[in-house]
């Protein structure tokens, strides 16, 4: 080249390099309207290539998919992920946005607009991800953080929440679980939080557990009942229902009251239908003169005076069960009987209990200590017992109670 030319020569490739770099940096703003993007290159284009690079300045946001068309060669779409339509706001008014062409299409390289709200698992990850970290030590690695930084917190805000979603019968989108924490108080030095399980249940979704300082399921009333507590409105194992054995134990009765100031009986009513244990329990019961303390159990129908069988012994005499089960061999005026009686359901179907127990009079002489076994098999659930006597005498001192499990 001639010396002459050599200065217009490093001219020209100057300006090639100015073109080029104002169409890359992003500084050129689009045209165009309605996911139409238009563009005009400081370069000069008559096509299209793969590997060509245009950056602009997004003068719209999109609603949906989109075109861009630089210096009128072709409208063509903008894809991400690759081969993916835009969706709506993936370009925001003001964005920086660098596309590249690949032959066919125009490729978006630079971050999308907007968080996707789901990804497509097939088209962009494998089915199975996993987040792994290689470190040795005690620290929890990895960690996965979701920080919602409110300036303003309050007692029940969700901090953040995983849903997983799944189609039903009609492929319609349910949201069938989520995992969330929620904070129950957010003051300082005291702040608390409960993670909530929430599933679809009969087509409505709704809390099922939360585990706070305790843990509580949906139904049971009262919320977290504090450190080391489960509250629920029932454990089962197996099928049977578990019951704490606080909530079995009736108000104690005063024998001298009687069950209505009769002095001479204390029914016991509504006990619930899932009851599998019944303890009866006596302390100082005595009657007026020589009659025995008698049991009689009841369902629905009322009380039933027949069909009980077992004995009831002491020292000195055995008595066989007919009407009742009868709590002592025999009666001794004023004595005071201690002890309990145990009823236990052998067989749900068929409503028969097991009676067992010791009493105990509070003196040492013979016949002191009566022994009961029995068996009576009802009409229908047991729902009361009544504890009476076996003629005509009435009570005269102690306490009864029984304990429900």
């Keep these: 080249m001639a010396p002459s030319g050599v200065n217009d020569a490093g001219r020209a490739d100057e300006g090639l390099l100015a073109r080029w770099h104002k169409d890359t940096n992003g500084s050129v703003a689009s045209t165009g309207s309605a996911d139409a993007y238009v563009v005009a290159a400081n370069q000069t284009l008559s096509a299209y290539y793969d590997g060509l690079e245009i950056a602009f300045d997004a003068n719209f946001a999109n609603t949906g998919a989109a075109t861009l068309n630089v210096d009128a060669v072709s409208a063509d779409t903008i894809k991400k992920h690759g081969d993916t339509d835009l969706a709506a706001n993936d370009i925001k008014v003001g964005q920086k946005v660098v596309v590249i062409h690949d032959g066919t299409n125009w490729q978006m390289v630079s971050p999308l607009g907007n968080e996707a709200a789901s990804v497509d698992v097939a088209n962009v990850f494998t089915a199975t991800q996993q987040v792994k970290s290689t ?11 979701l920080d919602r930084e409110s300036a303003s917190p309050l007692a029940n805000d969700i901090l953040g929440a995983i849903d997983f979603i799944g189609r039903d019968s009609v492929a319609a989108a349910v949201t069938y679980g989520r995992l969330d924490f929620r904070i129950t108080d957010p003051t300082n030095l005291t702040e ?46 197996d099928g049977n229902q578990i019951h704490a054995l606080q909530d079995g134990l ?19 009513t509504g006990i619930r239908s899932d009851a599998r244990r019944i303890t009866i329990l006596f ?58 009686m145990i009823l236990t359901l052998m067989d749900a179907s068929t409503f028969t209990w097991i009676a067992q127990g010791t009493v105990a009079r509070d003196d040492t002489t013979s016949g002191a200590v009566n022994s009961i076994a029995g068996s009576k098999s009802l009409s229908d659930v047991l729902t009361q017992i009544r504890i009476t006597r076996n003629g005509t005498d009435t009570f005269d001192g102690g306490n009864i109670n029984i304990l429900v499990e």
């Design 192 to 237: 608390s939080a409960a993670l909530e399980i929430r599933t679809f249940v009969a087509g409505t979704a709704g809390v099922r557990a939360s585990v706070g300082d305790g843990l509580w399921m949906a139904g049971a009333t009262g919320g977290d009942q504090a450190a080391g507590t489960i509250n629920a409105t029932a454990v089962y194992d």
């Design 135 to 145: 470190d040795a030590g005690a620290n929890a690695a990895p960690i996965f953080q």
């Design 283 to 340: 302390e100082d019961v005595s009657l007026s003169i020589t009659d025995e303390i008698i049991v009689e159990l009841g369902d629905a129908g009322g009380f039933e005076q027949t069909g009980y069988q077992g004995s009831v012994s002491n020292a000195a005499v055995a008595v066989n069960f007919s009407t009742s089960f009868q709590v002592v061999a025999q009666g001794v005026a004023a004595a005071g009987y201690h002890g309990s």
């Design 250 to 268: 009736q108000t104690k009765v005063d024998a001298t009251n009687g069950g209505a100031n009769d002095l001479t009986t204390i029914d016991f």
